[in-house]
Nanobody, 119 residues
Framework: VQLVESGGGLVRARGSLKLSCAAS????????MGWYRQAPGKQRELVAQ???????NYADSVKGRFTISRDNGKNTVDLQMISLKPEDAAVYYC??????????????WGQGTQVTVSS
């Protein structure tokens, strides 16, 4: 199983970006999908999460500005980010909990995509 992220880059403050993550490989089912971020010198933190049923959870710092969505048919999860702030700059990581057979769930991470926000 492989997770490949795309959509990072440089954006001005108050701008928008959309991150996408596609899972591929021997996938039976994807359960929770999410996005984490890690800024230099800081711990990795949860940004947003979405369950297989579509329930979402957001970090307080991004509520109202970020929207997570998923396409179960395509095994993708997106993160639409608006009103970006310099403090949103970080490497963003896709995180999926995937069943590769009918029994066990494994956690997978993408390679990370850089988001830079200029003030």
């Amino acid at each position: 199983v492989q997770l490949v992220e795309s959509g990072g880059g440089l954006v001005r403050a108050r701008g928008s970006l959309k991150l996408s993550c596609a899972a591929s490989g021997s996938i039976f089912r994807i359960n929770d999908m999410g996005w984490y971020r890690q800024a230099p010198g800081k711990q990795r933190e949860l940004v947003a999460q979405i369950t297989s049923g579509g329930s979402t959870n957001y970090a307080d710092s991004v509520k109202g500005r970020f929207t997570i969505s998923r396409d179960n048919g395509k095994n993708t999860v997106d993160l639409q980010m608006i009103s970006l702030k310099p403090e949103d700059a970080a490497v963003y990581y896709c995180n999926d909990f995937i069943q590769v057979n009918g029994n066990y769930e494994y956690e997978y991470w993408g390679q990370g995509t850089q988001v830079t926000v200029s003030s």
